[in-house]
């Protein structure tokens, strides 16, 4: 059985920075694009970064020069690296990939930021 975990998450102050890490577990064949999402506080999931197997990415413009998102293959793993967090940053964030060509879900991990 497959999952994702993501981590890192927590209470930051507004221009702090936060790195949350998705890991992959399970009986991995291959792993293809994957992303992160995020949904606050009335809000609908958003598409928040994407990365390709090859390491192209992209980015919400809201998050654009602030976001970085990047993987380690050998370590099953996708990190969203978060910069300059501002208030509306604040929600749940979910890593979502193609595994073993199946979509999952994480359960998402929590990014508040305030003072």
């Known amino acids: 059985q497959v999952q994702l ?10 221009g702090g920075s936060l790195r949350l890490s998705c890991a992959a577990s399970g009986r991995i064949l291959q792993i293809d694009d994957m992303q992160w999402y995020r949904q606050g506080p009335g809000n609908q999931r958003e598409l928040v970064a994407g990365i ?30 978060m910069n300059s967090l501002k208030a509306e940053d604040t929600a749940v964030y979910y890593c979502s990939g193609r ?17």
Do not use: C, H
């Open 52 to 81: 390709t197997t090859g390491g192209t990415t992209n980015y919400a413009d809201s998050v654009k020069g602030r976001f970085t998102i990047s993987r380690d293959n050998a370590k099953n793993t996708v990190y969203l690296q």
């Open 5 to 14: 975990v993501e981590s890192g998450g927590g209470l930051v102050q507004p």
């Open 99 to 115: 595994v073993n060509f199946a979509t999952y879900w994480g359960q998402g991990t929590q990014v508040t930021v305030s003072s």
